[in-house]
């Protein structure tokens, strides 16, 4: 069975940065897309940043500039650097993979950003 895990989320101050991981256990084919949605309380869940296998980054415009996505194809894991955090960024940020035939979540890690 195979499952996402998350790590890296916590609390830092505006302006800090914080990097999250996400790998996967169990063995996942032909992992098409790598990416990080967030959810904010009372917020529907939104697209962060997704890593297409062979193609460039795509970045929410809120974010573009200020995190960066980066996948290991060979360790099945992708990454979420966000830098110059600002307390709108406070979320939940979910991991999701995708094959052609299917679509994995991670539980989610909590960043918070706040003074």
């Known amino acids: 069975q195979v499952q996402l895990v998350e790590s890296g989320g916590g609390l830092v101050q505006p302006g800090g940065s914080l990097r999250l991981s996400c790998a996967a256990s169990?063995?996942?084919?032909?992992?098409?897309?790598m990416g990080w949605y967030r959810q904010a309380p009372g917020k529907q869940r939104e697209l962060v940043a997704v890593?297409?296998?062979?193609?460039?980054?795509n970045y929410a415009g809120s974010v573009k500039g200020r995190f960066t996505i980066s996948r290991d194809n060979a360790k099945n894991s992708v990454y979420l650097q966000m830098n110059s955090l600002k307390p709108e960024d406070t979320a939940i940020y979910y991991c999701?993979?995708?094959?052609?035939?299917?679509?994995?979540w991670g539980q989610g890690t909590q960043v918070t950003v706040s003074s």
């Open positions: 999701n993979m995708r094959t052609p035939r299917w679509e994995y």
């Open positions: 169990g063995s996942i084919l032909s992992i098409n897309d």
């Open positions: 890593s297409a296998s062979g193609g460039s980054p």
